[in-house]
């Protein structure tokens, strides 16, 4: 199995900033790529930024220049560092792994999502 732990959300007001950090253990061989998804109420699951083992990232066109996805050393931490943040910013923030059990098999999990609340 493969447990996602998030932390870092919270209340923050318009133009405020929060880091959002995300760590992967469990029987895990490798994790090729990690990432931010969120989910406001009454809407679907989107998202937000993605990173790979080589340093790649992508970004939904809605934070480009606010978030930055981070990656320290391409292991089994992730991080969000949100910038200048938004109203329409509040949602359940979610982790994201995708990568190999130490027994062969790919894997995709889910952290248990953390609030981010943005107030006007």
């Known amino acids: 199995q493969v447990q996602l732990v998030e932390s870092g959300g919270g209340l923050v007001q318009a133009g405020g900033s929060l880091r959002l950090s995300c760590v992967a253990s469990?029987?895990?061989?490798?994790?090729?790529?990690m990432g931010w998804y969120r989910q406001a109420p009454g809407k679907q699951r989107e998202l937000v930024a993605t990173?790979?083992?080589?340093?790649?990232?992508n970004y939904a066109d809605s934070v480009k220049g606010r978030f930055t996805i981070s990656r320290p050393n391409a292991k089994n931490t992730v991080y969000l560092q949100m910038n200048s943040l938004k109203p329409e910013d509040t949602a359940v923030y979610y982790c994201?792994?995708?990568?190999?059990?130490?027994?062969?098999?790919?894997?995709?999990?889910w952290g248990q999502g953390t609030q981010v609340t943005v107030s006007s």
């Open positions: 994201n792994a995708d990568g190999t059990f130490t027994t062969g098999p790919r894997f995709r999990s």
């Open positions: 469990g029987s895990i061989a490798s994790i090729n790529a």
């Open positions: 990173i790979t083992s080589e340093d790649m990232a």
